[in-house]
T-cell receptor, first 112, second 117 residues
Framework: EAGVAQSPRYKIIEKRQSVAFWCNPI?????LYWYQQILGQGPKLLIQ????????DSQLPKDRFSAERLKGVDSTLKIQPAKLEDSAVYLCASSGLGETQYFGPGTRLLVL | AQKITQTQPGMFVQEKEAVTLDCTYD???????LFWYKQPSSGEMIFLIY??????QNATEGRYSLNFQKARKSANLVISASQLGDSAMYFCAMSRGLRNAGNMLTFGGGTRLMVKP
């Protein structure tokens, strides 16, 4: 069974630029999560989708971050404009009914 | 609100020995799940073990076991017979509700384990 796929794996941008990350969850998993992991810290949830609806986006900085999950499968997370403090690893995870969350390899973002 | 605390920023263990990684939690919910994940330098979070708040017995998965002490609100991870490949960051996490609720995870700050040959 294929795992959670994410791209790109690495991204370097300058502040005030825009960036987008893509996630393809495990086939059949209805729930998809985006976490932000700042260096030296544990991951923190940004947004959770159930199919194509948002369950929790209370910690998403909505002035600059947006996410969508069209058709309830793939998801994109966008930052516009990026700030220096957005430098982090962005982890996507998915879970099926009654299952544990499984994580993708993450996208490492560096904002200069 | 839920909170996870991992008080050991880093630990060394000799290869083939056992090691315990500490985790304490705080929640007012009666139903919750406790998880341990391993994060090697490649960055991916690898699920290791799960314990539900109503489980009477400690969870075990191969060389991993979870020492669940509900009254003390602790969920320590025990790794037996350490291997060089166990060197990584280890994160304790909890969910509101049991695993099948599909809720978000709250993570601790992590413990870096280094296995010495």
């Amino acid at each position: 069974e294929a795992g959670v796929a994410q791209s790109p794996r690495y991204k370097i941008i300058e502040k005030r630029q825009s960036v987008a990350f893509w996630c393809n969850p495990i086939s059949g998993h209805a729930t998809l999560y985006w976490y932000q992991q700042i260096l030296g810290q544990g991951p923190k949830l940004l947004i959770q989708f159930q199919n194509n609806g948002v369950v929790d986006d209370s910690q998403l900085p909505k002035d600059r971050f947006s996410a969508e999950r069209l058709k309830g499968v793939d998801s994109t997370l966008k930052i516009q404009p990026a700030k220096l403090e957005d430098s982090a690893v962005y982890l996507c995870a998915s879970s099926g009914l009654g299952e544990t969350q499984y994580f993708g390899p993450g996208t490492r973002l560096l904002v200069l | 609100a839920q909170k996870i605390t991992q008080t050991q920023p880093g630990m060394f263990v000799q290869e083939k020995e056992a090691v315990t990684l500490d985790c304490t939690y705080d929640t007012s919910d009666p139903s919750y799940g406790l998880f341990w994940y391993k994060q090697p330098s490649s960055g991916e979070m690898i699920f290791l073990i799960y314990q539900g708040s109503y489980d009477q017995q400690n969870a075990t998965e191969g060389r991993y076991s979870l020492n669940f002490q509900k009254a003390r609100k602790s969920a320590n991870l025990v790794i037996s017979a350490s291997q060089l490949g166990d060197s990584a960051m280890y994160f304790c996490a909890m969910s509101r509700g049991l695993r099948n609720a599909g809720n978000m995870l709250t993570f601790g700050g992590g413990t870096r384990l280094m296995v010495k040959p």
